[in-house]
């Protein structure tokens, strides 16, 4: 039932009711097992939407026009309690010395973001530190870190 729900909701590819069934009917025919019917996929949709919530708000604009939006925050939400997607995201930036493959390896998220978006604490070694906060080097000497980021 998850693969087939992956396949038939993706957002590049949009299918009618009349063109699942056909498939489903197909798959049938060819016989495949566990088929599901085109009512157990619209129920299990029903009661994901029911534990999960529907992260899709429809808007209308004040000319008429409707548009549906996500609420981004609430996803990373999710994301960050999911344990099987929470520790593949990245909370700082990358240095790769100029090599960059994703968002958080850029130049403007490791020099130039903006202060509300970075990560305002690191743990380590089982101690926190805060940025805009003084710190103590190992060589005595004092700053005041403005971002952390990971060297690799």
């Known amino acids: 039932l998850f693969l087939t729900d992956l396949l038939l909701t993706s957002p590049r590819l949009r299918f009618s009711d009349a063109q699942i069934s056909a498939?489903?009917?197909?798959a049938k025919a060819l016989h495949a097992r566990d088929v599901p019917t085109l009512y157990?996929?619209?129920k299990m949709r029903q009661d994901l939407r029911r534990l999960v919530g529907d992260p899709t708000k429809k808007v209308v604009s004040p000319s008429g026009n409707?548009?549906?939006?996500n609420d981004i925050g609430a996803a990373v939400a999710k994301d960050y309690a999911n344990p099987l997607t929470r520790f593949a995201m990245s909370d700082f930036p990358e240095d790769r010395g100029g090599y960059m493959s994703e968002a958080q390896h850029g130049f403007k998220m490791l020099r130039d973001g903006p202060e509300g978006?970075?990560?305002?604490?690191?743990?380590?070694?089982?101690?926190?530190?805060?940025?805009?906060?003084?710190?103590?080097?190992?060589d005595t000497s004092y700053f005041i870190p403005e971002r952390f980021f990971v060297d690799r």
């Open 23 to 26: 498939m489903l009917r197909w």
């Open 117 to 138: 978006i970075v990560t305002p604490a690191v743990r380590v070694e089982g101690k926190i530190f805060f940025t805009q906060e003084l710190l103590q080097r190992s």
């Open 66 to 69: 409707i548009f549906y939006i």
């Open 40 to 42: 157990a996929i619209k």
